[in-house]
């Protein structure tokens, strides 16, 4: 299994940041306060295909 480096965390979280700062930007451009509410909508999307990414994965230990 490979192992990740901080610095693999910290350059995701920064391509994250800059998405976050444009989406908030295009959205409360033209209305304001509706860039949190995009911002928002697009966590929960990203938090439910994390969930769905998990289901198939399988416990294939053997039970004593």
Do not use: C, E, H
């Not at 480096?5 to 444009?22: E, M």
């Not at 949190?36 to 966590?43: C, E, I, Q, V």
């Not at 990203?46 to 998990?54: D, Q, S």
């Amino acid at each position: 299994m490979k192992r990740f480096r901080s610095a693999d965390y910290v350059s995701i979280s920064v391509y994250w940041f800059a998405l976050s700062y444009l989406l908030m930007g295009l959205f409360n451009a033209r209305k304001p306060n509706l860039g949190y509410t995009a911002l928002y909508s697009a966590a929960g999307v990203a938090y439910l295909l994390g969930a769905l990414a998990l289901v198939p994965v399988r416990d294939k230990r053997v039970q004593a």
